[in-house]
């Protein structure tokens, strides 16, 4: 499996930014998928994960009202749709998947493989 992540960059804040995570090696529409991101000095965290279907989404309530992910199940494509950027959010966003079809990990221990991750800088 593979994940491949575009469309980072330097965002002013208040800025919008979207992220795309382009999948390979498996049938991406069976499998949950799930965005988090690490700051530097920090852990990896949760930001939002949805069902391979799109009908289930789970967010950070850090980022809940600003950011949106969605998937297109023909095109093998996960986004972030990341809006009213704050320099908080400034982090390496990684995609990432479960190794088990169907179910819907809100925690990254759940999930088995990994993007490399693109950049996000937001700057005040």
């Known amino acids: 499996v593979q994940l491949v992540e575009s469309g980072g960059g330097l965002v002013q804040a208040g800025g919008s930014l979207r992220l795309s995570c382009a999948a390979s090696g498996r049938t991406f529409s069976r499998y949950a998928m799930g965005w988090f991101r690490q700051a530097p000095g920090k852990q990896r965290e949760f930001v939002v994960a949805?069902?391979?279907?799109?009908?289930?989404?789970y967010y950070a309530d850090s980022v809940k009202g600003r950011f949106t992910i969605s998937r297109d199940n023909a095109k093998n494509t996960l986004y972030l749709q990341m809006n009213s950027l704050k320099p908080e959010d400034t982090a390496v966003y990684y995609c990432?998947?479960?190794?088990?079809?169907?179910?819907?990990?809100?925690?990254?221990?759940?999930?088995?493989?990994w993007g490399q991750g693109t950049q996000v800088t937001v700057t005040s």
């Open positions: 990432a998947a479960p190794n088990m079809a169907g179910w819907l990990p809100a925690d990254k221990s759940g999930y088995y493989y």
């Open positions: 949805i069902s391979w279907s799109g009908g289930s989404t």
